[in-house]
């Protein structure tokens, strides 16, 4: 099959194939856990978030977001990357979760932090226990 790589050959060794490299920008990767909720309400709040980034609404720019059953803990967790943490705050969006969630029933069950963050964002990222071995110096 021919390839159409940024350089190189266009077509696969036949004994040793190819090797491809992916890069994408930094991201953030968090969640909120919710009790008291069948999934209604982190559906409810996942498509708040959606709708407010698809409208434009610059405190939401680069948030990829998704509801996911916490089956073992009888919970849901609403999990979201910040792929513009330059822009959009990891605090800020977990307040917004909070806040939808706790007007309609829903009680906080705890936060998480996946993978690392930069220096940079630890500031505004308080609502997350973040370990030292998560910070890393250097990211773009």
């Given at each position: 099959r021919k390839l159409a790589p940024d350089f190189g050959p266009e077509f696969?060794?036949?004994?040793?194939?190819?090797?491809?490299?992916?890069?994408?920008?930094?991201?953030?990767?968090?969640?909120?856990?919710?009790?008291?909720?069948?999934?209604?309400?982190?559906?409810?709040?996942?498509?708040?978030?959606?709708?407010?980034?698809?409208?434009?609404?610059?405190?939401?720019?680069?948030?990829?977001?998704?509801?996911?059953p916490l089956p073992t803990l009888n919970q849901m967790q609403i999990k979201f990357d910040l792929t513009m943490p330059d822009q959009t705050k990891v605090d800020q969006v977990i307040d917004l979760i909070i806040r939808e969630a706790t007007c309609n029933g829903a009680t906080l069950g705890g936060t998480e932090l996946f993978g690392p963050i930069r220096p940079v964002d630890v500031p505004y990222s308080t609502r997350v226990k973040i370990d030292e071995n998560q910070i890393v110096e250097g990211a773009a």
């Amino acid at each position: 099959r021919k390839l159409a790589p940024d350089f190189g050959p266009e077509f696969a060794h036949s004994q040793w194939g190819v090797t491809t490299i992916g890069v994408r920008d930094f991201l953030i990767s968090a969640a909120v856990n919710l009790k008291n909720d069948d999934g209604t309400q982190a559906r409810r709040i996942v498509r708040l978030i959606r709708y407010a980034r698809m409208e434009g609404d610059e405190r939401f720019m680069g948030v990829r977001v998704m509801a996911l059953p916490l089956p073992t803990l009888n919970q849901m967790q609403i999990k979201f990357d910040l792929t513009m943490p330059d822009q959009t705050k990891v605090d800020q969006v977990i307040d917004l979760i909070i806040r939808e969630a706790t007007c309609n029933g829903a009680t906080l069950g705890g936060t998480e932090l996946f993978g690392p963050i930069r220096p940079v964002d630890v500031p505004y990222s308080t609502r997350v226990k973040i370990d030292e071995n998560q910070i890393v110096e250097g990211a773009a």
